[in-house]
């Protein structure tokens, strides 16, 4: 699959999400390209309002980062 069959594989959402359709080719066309991924789907979801990271380390240690728009308090939960 060539770069332009694979974008039109997309061009549906690119065109629904339009302020998203940069990173939403780029993220689709990095998985099936540079990762040689064989089967990548869009799947819509409701808006969130936060999102939960986690990176973990060979020491098996783990950080997790809660991110948010705009300026968000720390809650209670947070380990300091």
Not at 14 to 23: G, R
Not at 60 to 77: A, F, L, Q, R
Request: net charge negative; charged share 20%; glycine share 2%.
């Amino acid at each position: 699959m060539n770069v332009i069959s694979a974008l039109e594989q997309i061009t549906p959402f690119c065109e629904k999400y339009p302020q998203s359709a940069t990173y939403l080719s780029q993220v689709y066309l990095d998985l099936t390209k540079a990762k040689a991924w064989k089967e990548v789907k869009v799947i819509e979801i409701e808006p969130l309002q936060s999102v939960t990271l986690a990176i973990t380390f060979p020491d098996s240690t783990v950080v997790y980062y809660k991110v948010h728009e705009g300026i968000v308090p720390p809650t209670n939960n947070c380990v300091g």
